[in-house]
Every structure is written in C-alpha cells, then in structure tokens.
C-alpha cells in the first residue's frame, strides 16, 4: 500500500530504495527524498499516516525484513505483483512499478505540467518518459505551477 501511495506522490522506483524513517517531517508532512534529484514532496494525510506507521517499525530502511535485511528494487516488483493480485480479474497483466509511473507522469503532464515541472515533482525522467509526458501535454494550455496538482486521485482510495 506504502509503495503504490509514495509513487502516485511523485516517488520513483529507485528513490524508493532510498527512502529511510527521518526522512518525513510528520507535523509538516514532508517528504525530503535524497539523492541526485532530491526534493520534498507535501503528502496528503492518507500517505503519510501510512508512512508514519511503517517508518516508525524499521530502522535502517522502509523496505526491510523482519530480519533486517533490505529489499531490493525486484523483491518490490513482487511485493507490487502480490497487492496487485486482488484485483488480477480486472486486468490481464500484474502491474509493474513501472506501470504506476507511468500513471503518475500521466497525471501531471494532463493538467499542461511542463518537463521542468514535472521534474521538481516527480525527479529524474528518461529521454522515453520526456517523449511520453511532451506528448501528453501537446495542445493543452501550460499550467501555472502553483496550480499543478501534484496528489493522485487515487490517493484518496490507496
């Protein structure tokens, strides 16, 4: 639940993998994400309770064993193709991570989201999701960035 709520927040793959408990501000409901694209991401009340919880159960990751041990980009693909099969009757092949990427990009370059706006929010984005999300965007009407909705709508039903 954790996974799909952080990447429909602007998280991607890799930064998952990234993501430790200090890095969110409860009382303001930051996320601070590290690495070469760092930013912070406001999450909506719904992820960061979630966040809150699991964060608080672990030490030196989110996405660790009970032993310790932490996961790695392709144990979360399983973990996502598991959630994902509760509703296997609904679709014909079990969703990927990048997949909800997809989605997320989607979203943002739908509202008229410029490259460099989708950027500050979502982080790194390869010359294919560059071309996708320019796509997207072709023919809609540029989007002042304090408008931008930067929260999923499915966030409200993850």
């Known amino acids: 639940r954790l996974m799909l ?12 993998l990234l993501l430790k408990p200090e890095d969110f501000d409860p009382g303001k409901r930051l ?3 590290p690495g070469q694209y760092s930013r912070q991401l406001s999450l909506v009340e719904s992820v960061a309770t979630t966040y ?7 030490w030196n990751s989110i996405w660790q064993t009970p032993d310790q041990e932490i996961l790695k980009l392709p ?7 598991h959630t994902s099969e509760s509703v296997a009757a609904l679709i014909s092949e079990p969703v990927t991570l990048e997949d909800i990427r997809f989605t997320y990009l989607q979203f943002l370059a739908g509202q008229g989201a410029t490259l460099s706006q989708i950027e500050q929010v979502a982080g790194y984005l390869s010359t294919r999701d560059m071309e996708i999300c320019r796509q ?6 540029g989007i002042d960035p304090v408008s931008l909705v930067t929260h ?5 039903q993850v």
């Open 136 to 141: 997207l965007a072709a023919g809609k009407e």
């Open 31 to 33: 996320l601070s994400l």
């Open 52 to 58: 809150q919880r699991v964060g608080d159960n672990h």
């Open 5 to 16: 709520q952080l990447m429909l927040s602007g998280v991607g793959a890799n930064e998952l």
């Open 152 to 156: 999923h709508p499915a966030l409200i």
């Open 75 to 81: 144990e979360l693909e399983l973990m996502l193709r």
